[in-house]
């Protein structure tokens, strides 16, 4: 199974601030990486598919390979939630860990 | 306006049995794949299951097989997760998902989940 590693686990950031959340993958998935934010008691929303195709404004992602990172600039109170990447490179699909975003 | 409504959500004896059901909306259900994804309680997102939309191929995480079976009623619109041998490991938040399969694949609706507690 491919494992999908994020870091930092957790991030305190202030709004207005930039921050970048970085998943490697073990091994090769190419440009298969989505992000998704969540938040306690919601639905999970896309941000990011295909590495780097923007859903969600404020949000960038870049990479390829092993290793992409989530960018959020300008950040909102709403932004403040976990986020997880995903690849859907081969089955099992596999999440990272997830990096728990808070206000500082 | 795409909506995905979970219900089934309950507490189950481990070893026993439950069935999940998801209801699509706001879109033509049958031309999705579509999946079911878990968080237990305190961890992170897990994938448990996919299926095509005529229900001809599905995939499951190791850790379900020969445990749960996914499968669906276009004609209603649903989307079903059959469990059975339930063990406390089982014990999440159950979230459908719509997956858009393409160049690549990903999640781009999920609905609010259902919670699946396993007692022991």
């Known amino acids: 199974d491919i494992q999908m590693t994020q870091s930092p686990s957790s991030l305190y950031a202030s709004v207005g601030d930039r921050v970048t959340i970085t998943c490697r993958a073990s091994?090769?998935?190419?440009?298969?990486l989505n992000w998704y934010q969540h938040k306690p008691g919601r639905a999970p929303k896309l941000l990011i598919y295909?590495?780097?195709?923007?859903v969600a404004s404020r949000f960038r992602g870049s990479g390829s390979g092993t290793e992409f990172t989530l960018t959020i600039t300008g950040l909102q109170p709403e932004d403040f939630a976990t986020y997880y990447c995903?690849?859907?490179?081969?089955?099992?699909?596999?999440f990272g860990q997830g990096t728990r975003l808070d206000i500082k | 306006e795409v909506q995905l409504v979970e219900s089934g959500g309950t507490l189950v004896r481990r070893g026993g049995s439950l069935r999940l059901s998801c209801v699509g909306s706001?879109?033509?259900?049958?031309?999705?794949?579509m999946s079911w994804v878990r968080q237990a309680p305190g961890k992170g997102l897990e994938w448990v299951a996919n299926?095509?939309?005529?229900?001809?191929?599905?995939y499951y995480v190791d850790s379900v097989k020969g445990r749960f079976s996914t499968f669906r009623d276009n004609a209603k619109s649903s989307l079903y997760l059959q469990m059975s041998n339930l063990r406390a490991e089982d014990t999440a938040v159950y979230y459908c998902?719509?997956?858009?399969?393409?160049?690549?694949?990903?999640?781009?609706?999920w609905g609010q989940g259902t919670l699946v507690t396993v007692s022991s």
């Open positions: 998902a719509r997956i858009v399969a393409g160049a690549v694949d990903y999640f781009d609706f």
């Open positions: 706001g879109f033509t259900f049958r031309a999705y794949w």
């Open positions: 299926i095509k939309q005529d229900g001809s191929e599905n």
């Open positions: 091994q090769m998935i190419k440009n298969y």
């Open positions: 295909s590495t780097s195709i923007e």
């Open positions: 995903q690849q859907s490179y081969t089955t099992p699909w596999t």
